[in-house]
């Protein structure tokens, strides 16, 4: 074997390395641009969603689930921001609930002027708080994906499901 062999098969590892880092490197650049370019659509659904929620005089009846979900999710966070609001000090906007500091006598987010002593929100957050712990304590309704997910792979609707090898190694034990 002389040199200009061993040189010429170094170079051709040499290209065909630097091909396949070339191809992997725009491979990465092409699932970063559709990873992002799926976040900015995530986005301009969840956009409508609540575009939708909020315009909707009478609740759809095929939307009565989630939209009862979404009122009690709101509850929930508006109980759990008075008990921070508490916790904090501070006040909150009678006009629009923006969390003020404590010695904040306009708000910044509406521009409404605050009453000398605005009176802490505590009990109404404490109902909501409340509100929202009874309806998660009763029984949601079921969801489709719901129902899905707790079905065992591969099974339809009333077929047993398959049972794993666990299973099966301690049949084989007990008959023993």
């Not at 396949?20 to 799926?38: G, I, P």
């Not at 609740?59 to 759990?80: D, K, N, T, W, Y």
Request: proline share 5%; hydrophobic share 30%; with cysteine.
């Amino acid at each position: 074997m002389n040199w200009d062999s061993l040189s010429r098969r170094f170079t051709r590892a040499g290209q065909s390395v630097e091909s396949k880092v070339k191809e992997t490197a725009s491979l990465l650049s092409l699932q970063q641009k559709q990873a992002v370019a799926k976040n900015k659509l995530d986005e301009v659904y969840r956009q409508i969603g609540l575009k939708y929620f909020d315009s909707c005089a009478e609740e759809p009846a095929e939307f009565e689930e989630v939209f009862s979900q979404v009122r009690q999710l709101r509850s929930e966070i508006a109980g759990i921001q008075g008990q921070i609001n508490e916790i904090k000090g501070g006040k909150v906007c009678p006009n629009c609930g923006a969390q003020l500091s404590a010695d904040a006598r306009f708000c910044g987010k509406c521009g409404t002027k605050l009453p000398e002593d605005v009176p802490p929100q505590r009990e109404k957050y404490e109902e909501a708080a409340e509100g929202a712990e009874q309806a998660a304590a009763e029984p949601q309704p079921e969801t489709a994906v719901e129902r899905d997910a707790a079905e065992p792979a591969g099974t339809e609707e009333g077929e047993p499901a398959a049972s794993n090898d666990e299973g099966k190694m301690a049949d084989t034990d007990s008959a023993e």
